[in-house]
């Protein structure tokens, strides 16, 4: 397979946001839906960069090979990613109406996550194996970002900041 490595090194990303996100889950004890939502979202994501950086393998062990091979994946994918985001966003849009969620990771995460099923869409109607891989690639790449930045959301919502909203989780 052609991109082998760089599907493996995508699942070991993953797998590394993943477990960041159980260990900022253990050692935190902060009770807010914001933080179990980013918390959730992660690991979510991170599963399935996991799932589907492993899944074109599939086909290829099967003797799937070429654009095919990377059509079923990139299918299989996008039903999974547009379930996944459907719910996610529906859960997010429910808990903003109470007033429990802000949009502030949304700006970037609700674009690539939307840039992410385009590319996922688009990679099972390309022509040649470069494209479809290419673009297979580049959908995994959004995903892991959105991610990333839900990490990096969690993990400086831990950190204590003089007067920001960690304020409120210093020992009395």
């Known amino acids: 397979m052609r991109h082998a490595e760089v599907l493996l090194t995508f699942a070991e ?4 946001v993943a477990g960041f996100a159980s260990l900022i889950s253990i050692l935190s004890k902060s009770p ?6 980013r918390l959730l979202g992660m690991v979510r994501s991170s599963l399935l960069v996991t799932a589907f950086s492993l899944f074109p393998f ?5 003797g799937i090979t070429g654009p095919p091979a990377w ?3 990139a299918v299989i994918f996008f039903v999974a990613n547009g379930l996944h985001t459907f719910f996610a966003w529906r859960l997010l849009y429910r808990m903003w109406r109470k007033g ?8 970037f995460t609700f674009p690539m996550g939307f840039a992410g099923l385009a590319l ?3 990679s099972a109607f390309a022509t040649s194996e470069e494209r479809a ?3 297979y690639l580049a959908s995994l790449a959004a995903l892991l970002s959105v991610s990333g930045v839900l990490f990096l959301s969690v993990f400086t919502s831990f950190v204590l900041e003089p007067g920001g909203d960690s304020a409120a989780r210093k020992p009395r």
């Open 13 to 16: 990303i993953a797998v590394a």
């Open 100 to 107: 429990l969620w802000k949009v502030r990771a949304g700006y």
């Open 58 to 62: 599939v086909p290829n062990a099967l």
């Open 133 to 135: 891989s290419g673009l």
């Open 32 to 37: 807010k839906f914001i933080d179990g939502s």
């Open 120 to 122: 996922t869409l688009a």
């Open 71 to 73: 059509r079923i994946s």
